[in-house]
């Protein structure tokens, strides 16, 4: 699809004028064909209501209770060692039609995308001496939480290179804003995908260049993708800043 963000502002507005001011998100596409997925992938897209608000057209908000962090981290544990492995989104939307009560997979990703969901499952192992298996899993699972103090005061960060792994492949990029980029290409992958690792640089197509050298022996046909064992990714997470 090739459509700019003025021509998908237009569409809002006339529909928006149809329907005596207000659109909904899900009406929208409907109406239009524009795919979400697509929308969500634009570097322009910051969420539906901030369009509307930038069109000055109603918003709606609604206010979800939060499910207990505690509840989440808890209940995915269970899962795991029930499942006896790390669970995939299949999984956890199985766990969700069995029991209306298991945190729902939205809830879920965004603790995961954070980073900090296999750190919380390996703090609750350790506090209750319970779910030994997931926290076993946890640990092959954790991804470290980013850290640019090492770099020093004169070194300015302009982008950054970054390790996805996705089922069995690794993926080695750039970009100046990595939680994104992430969003957008567990969106593109048909396997679940992980963040594992993200290096600060002030070079980021020159720093990219190197990993992908480095690991040209190992790269899969003419992509971004790798085959890394285990030393591999360690040594790529080993960088704080290059």
């Known amino acids: 699809m090739n459509m700019t963000k003025d021509a998908v502002m237009q569409r809002i507005r006339n529909l928006a004028a149809d329907r005596g001011g207000h659109v909904g998100f899900d009406t929208f596409v409907k109406e239009t064909g524009i795919k ?7 570097e322009w897209w910051t969420g539906w209501n901030s369009l509307l608000a930038e069109l000055g057209l109603e918003t709606r908000k609604f206010s979800v209770p939060r499910t207990p962090e505690h509840s989440i981290v808890q209940a995915v544990a269970a899962l795991i060692e029930r499942e006896g492995r790390w669970p995939t989104e299949d999984d956890l939307v199985r766990a969700r039609k069995r029991d209306g009560s298991f945190p729902s997979l939205g809830v879920i ?9 296999a750190a919380l499952i390996i703090k609750l192992g350790e506090a209750s001496g319970q779910f030994p298996k997931a926290s ?14 090492d770099a020093r005061p004169d070194e300015k960060v302009k982008g950054y ?4 792994r996705s089922g069995r492949r690794y993926k080695i990029g750039k970009s100046t804003d990595p939680s994104r980029r992430y969003r957008e ?19 980021p197509t020159g720093i990219e260049g190197y990993w992908q050298k480095r690991f040209d022996g190992k790269r899969i046909r003419n992509t971004e993708f790798f085959e890394l064992d285990a030393s591999d990714v360690q040594a790529f997470k080993r960088r704080k800043y290059q």
């Open 36 to 42: 979400d997925k697509w929308l969500r992938r634009q």
């Open 185 to 203: 290409v567990r969106l593109e992958l048909p396997e679940e995908t992980h963040q594992v690792h993200t290096i600060p640089t002030d070079d």
């Open 161 to 164: 290179v970054y390790l996805l």
């Open 136 to 149: 076993d899993l946890a640990r092959q699972h954790q991804t470290p939480v980013e850290d640019t103090a």
């Open 109 to 117: 990703r965004r603790l995961r995308s954070s980073g900090r969901l």
